[in-house]
């Protein structure tokens, strides 16, 4: 993956600026270019919007049999998440024991390594999630 | 808009083909379809070959006059267009013969699918299949194909008390149905106690959950129904060939227990046909994971949402079921070379509706849906065949 | 004047203890412990390194001071474990905490002061009228060859000091010690650094740190007992106990700031975790002696005092999150340092 395709992600993958449409207020993460509630008439109102980066589980599994390019990190989870503010994602969840993560638990986001373009290339970081602390 | 119907069928073994290439995979389908209608290559009018990703399993993209080339007929100079709907490549091509046929723009057109998988080794196969999800939202985060499947699986047994037992009765079944399929890549049966001892692949998943990594290639040929009678007296008809899309990734979608894009697909199947679900007398599904069958037979209105555990348990959709889903195997037993799984499953239709299918055979089939899906659900096509 | 705004701290959760560094080596636990004054210490998780780290302490200090990113107007991180050789862990921290584009960021390299460099650099920007707040980062993912007595310390962790004019302690003043003493190093394009065994003791960290510490409180004209507490560079629990008692410090004074018993040595984090770990728990009026050491070698040496302003801050709480913590074994801690990547 070259590196220009990270970079330019990076708002989003660090901080969960999503977008909020400026007509009937809708918040979307991942971003989206348009409103699919308001369609033309956002064209151009798509503001940028952090999330909060508290979420709740609405689904997990356990990745046991990674992609190359998580080889060596698995067992993991990866969730189904709805984010407080109705909009959803996928994220990996750290720090807890499997056995821990269930549908309802309350997370947060944090900043953590995600790939990296083998030994000699660039580090991607972004979102996870642990669990919230409230 | 004319009638269309399917004069020819062709399938490749599926499996793990070493010794077979991606060409001689798609003239092997190609041309026992052609030899099936009885056409001459004269008489074809054009081609569409579905193909999920020939670009990163074999290196090599433009297979449409690939596809050309193999059946001898580039002097011809045909049209050929490869279709890309990721695992719904096979299904979507034949959605593009059913327009070119139903317009009047060609009157024969073969249609084709075809995957090699084997040509790329380790984790690489599983790589490009999460190519079919969202690369930049969900691949990129670590979560596999299935990965993404074990989340609908999850949240359905959450919100239906689906249990792991009844996803295995799908492989159950569907190994049993393959047992009978010459063409199977797996053709032993299994039982409830083999899948869920079978590793973990993706919790709560299993290996035998999961639909393998297969080479093979299908084939059909259209023409519209009133020239169809010139080439066989076992016509069967394209009643609905409908397709719809969703968002590519699953967290984008409105329900996380059901496919919406296969809901629609199938209302505007039945409607263009003129159906109700109860009127199908067997369909091959997307079983590319056990989860994936519980959720189509209930999009699909064969059961009500939630209930597609408890029917798989109690024998709604086996072989002598009052649905048999998946009697040649489904993706599950006899394999899924991702971009043929569109045209594998007309071609077990065109058997069991052309009365074919020998000890797999459903009495007095009649009417047979096919239902292929791409990704974890952007992109449904559904197909409605009739015998006439 | 010059003054700490804001500070935060992470350590990762996971935990390894001396004794399970030992049984792979047959060495005898107990002796090992007692000698170091070490029992346990901090393992990063496998997706965390220096840059991951630094954002968490970052955010933490960020959002405990409670000002706009977008004043940060210098951040500067120490470590001798960014990611990059060549790619600054700053710019990361930055992005992170949105404090971009308009500031000077950069990583220092000084063993374990490169964080408290970066903290003179602060004070030096603001009291320069350079910048509103700068923001300096000690962390490590301290690397150590299996099987070398740097395994049973070398630890992960790190803290985030925002320096300004007005804040939860004044800076009163800050000097440094420095000569070259190659006592640890760590060649380019090696992946575990290399060290002196005894000489890393007297002729390193403890010149460097009772000069820097006699400097400070010749300068200022106090001596130890105006101080209500110390932290010095904890490479193991034993050394800063015994700096401290060589000039005239009572353990008391030290205790609140010594963390690397219960975590390991966390390089860069390890002086700036001490002073954190200390604001937890200072009133107003407390004053304190910080000083860092770095092989090669230098300490820097501060002196502070807290202001009533620390009765409003929502403090950290660094040892309830040092609470939270999960053992590992040696073979998961491997996997987790992705030493077989």
Known sequence: MGVARYWREIPARYNLIGKKCGVCGKVYFPPRIVCPKCRRKSIGKMEDYKLSGKGTVESFTVIRVPPPEFEGKSPYVMALIKMDEGCYLTGQIVDCSIDEVHIGMRVEACLRRIQEDGKRGAIYYGYKFRKAKE | ????????????????????????????????????????????????????????????????????????????????????????????????????????????????????????????????????????????????????????????????GTTQEQLAMVAVKNHYNGSMNPKAQFRRKISVEDVLKSPLVADPLHLLDCSPITDGAAAAILTPLDIAKKYTDKIVKIRASALACDTLSYHGRKRFDSLPAAVEAAKRAYKMAGIEPKDVDLAEVHDCFTIAEIIAIEDLGFVEKGKGGKATEEGLTALDGEIPVNTSGGLKAKGHPVGATGVAQINELVMQLRGEAGERQVKDATIGLAHNVGGSGGTAVIHILEAI | ??????????????????????????????????????????????????????????????????????????????????????????????????????????????????????????????????????????????????????????????????????????????????????????????????????????????????????????????????????????????????????????????????LCPIIGNTYSGSSMLGLAAVLDVAKAGSRIIVVSYGSGAGSDAFDITVTDKIEEYERQGIRKMLENKEYVDYATYMKLRREFE
């Open chain 2, 1 to 160: 808009m004319r009638e269309v119907a399917i004069i020819g069928i062709g399938m490749t073994k599926f499996g793990e083909l070493w010794d077979k290439s991606f060409r001689e995979l798609v003239a092997e389908a190609g041309i026992q379809a052609i030899l099936d209608a009885g056409i001459e290559g004269e008489e074809i009018d054009a081609l569409y070959l579905g193909g999920m990703s020939t670009g990163r399993f074999i290196g090599q993209e433009h297979v449409g006059p690939l596809a050309v080339e193999v059946a001898g007929l580039e002097d011809l100079h045909l049209p050929a267009t490869r279709v890309e709907a990721a695992c719904a490549s096979g299904g979507v091509a034949m959605h593009q013969g059913f327009l070119a046929v139903a317009s009047g723009m060609y009157d024969i057109v073969v249609v084709g699918g075809a995957e090699k998988m084997t040509d790329v080794v380790g984790g690489e196969a599983t790589n490009i299949l999460a190519s079919a999800a969202d690369r930049e939202w969900e691949s990129f985060f670590g979560v596999t194909f299935p990965g993404l499947y074990a989340l609908m699986a999850k949240y359905h047994m959450h919100k239906y």
């Open chain 3, 1 to 258: 004047m010059a003054a700490i705004v804001g500070y935060g701290a992470y350590v990762p959760r996971y935990r390894i203890k001396v004794e399970e560094i030992a049984r792979i080596w047959g060495k005898q636990a107990a002796s090992i412990s007692s000698g170091l004054y070490v029992f346990e210490k901090s393992v990063p998780g496998i997706d965390e390194d220096t840059a991951t780290i630094s954002v968490e302490a970052a955010r933490r200090a960020v959002k405990h001071a409670k000002i706009n990113p977008k004043e940060i107007g210098a951040i500067y991180v120490g470590s001798e474990s960014h990611p990059y050789a060549v790619k600054p862990t700053a710019t990361i921290v930055a992005e992170a905490i949105e404090a971009t584009p308009e500031l000077t960021a950069a990583d220092y390299e000084f063993a374990c002061k490169a964080g408290t460099a970066g903290m003179q650099n602060c004070i030096a920007l603001v009291k320069s009228n350079m910048i509103k707040y700068g923001m300096a980062i000690g962390a490590d993912v301290a690397q150590a060859a299996p099987g070398d007595a740097l395994e049973y310390t070398a630890a992960a962790g790190g803290a985030a000091f925002i320096i300004g004019k007005e804040g939860i302690a004044e800076i009163n003043d800050t000097i440094s010690f420095t000569t070259d003493t190659p006592d640890f190093w760590r060649r380019e394009g090696e992946p575990y650094p290399g060290h002196g065994e005894r000489f890393t003791g007297e002729p390193a960290y403890f010149k460097h740190v009772m000069n820097a510490a006699k400097m400070l409180m010749e300068k200022l004209g106090t001596k130890p007992s105006d101080y209500d507490y110390a932290v010095f560079h904890q490479p193991n629990g034993k050394f800063p106990m015994r700096v401290a008692k060589k000039l005239g410090f009572e353990k008391k004074q030290i205790e609140d700031g010594l």
